[in-house]
């Protein structure tokens, strides 16, 4: 079946440095790919679609500053979290579909630590 | 605006016995409604989408639009059946496409309920 990896599964680093997390779909090229923060004990929630070369559109409250998101290439998005800071700590998600009517393909998530 | 509703935060059964996961949902257009679930330690996977009218691992759901649910049901529940249970609602999108709009459905931008935690006693 279709397989997105994201890299890095986990991250630290200190308060102030950025942070780039990858999404890649390995077997299939993702047209579209999506990233999710997921705070503790709550759900995910939506950040921002990716399209394969244009601009990402962020959800309402999201930063497009604080969160650059690049789509380059059909099989890889990057997610980079700019001047991070601990209140940025959360675990990170993507997801990737193939064509408009396929069905949600998730990574493993990234958990991220700000310190 | 979408909206799921999970009520149930944890659900505990026993071996064998039906098991029903809630979900209600909000949504003014025409909904496309997916369970989810995640087993411990890995990722999330997609259990079934209404549309497709499948049973999976023995688990079913009916969209009821007239009550707004998208409830899972399984008659024998398994051991192997706990885990984290998302329900996830896609409304009907439009893509825009620089001046061009293109209607189309978009499995794209979930929203997703708060999760069901369920668990399988021997």
């Known amino acids: 079946g279709a397989v997105v990896s994201q890299h890095p599964s986990w991250v630290i680093c200190k308060s102030g440095t950025s942070v780039k997390i990858e999404c890649r779909s390995l077997?299939?090229?993702?047209?579209?790919m999506f990233w999710y923060r997921q705070f503790p004990k709550q759900s995910l929630m939506l950040m921002a679609t990716?399209?394969?070369?244009?601009?990402?559109?962020?959800e309402q409250g999201v930063e497009k500053d604080k969160f650059l998101i690049n789509h380059a290439s059909l099989t890889l998005s990057t997610l980079t979290v700019t001047s991070a800071h601990p209140e940025d700590s959360s675990f990170y998600i993507c997801?990737?579909?193939?064509?408009?009517?396929?069905?949600?393909?998730f990574g493993n998530g990234t958990r991220l630590t700000v310190t | 605006a979408q909206r799921v509703t999970q009520p149930e935060k944890l659900l505990s059964v026993f071996k064998g016995a039906p098991v029903e996961l809630k979900c209600n949902y909000s949504y003014s257009g025409s909904p496309e409604l997916f369970w989810y679930v995640q087993y411990s330690r890995q990722r999330l996977q997609l259990l079934l989408r209404?549309?497709s009218r499948e049973s999976i691992k023995g688990f079913t759901a009916d969209l009821n639009k007239g009550e707004t649910s998208f409830h899972l049901k399984k008659p024998f529940a398994q051991e192997e059946d706990s885990a984290m249970y998302y329900c996830?609602?896609?409304?009907?999108?439009?893509?825009?496409?620089?001046?061009?709009?293109?209607?189309?459905?978009?499995?794209?931008?979930?929203?997703f309920g708060q999760g069901t935690i369920l668990t399988v006693h021997p």
């Open positions: 996830a609602l896609s409304g009907l999108d439009s893509i825009l496409l620089g001046s061009v709009c293109a209607g189309g459905t978009s499995y794209g931008k979930l929203t």
């Open positions: 077997d299939f090229q993702a047209t579209t």
């Open positions: 997801s990737a579909k193939g064509s408009y009517n396929s069905p949600l393909h």
């Open positions: 209404h549309i």
């Open positions: 990716s399209n394969e070369g244009s601009k990402a559109t962020y």
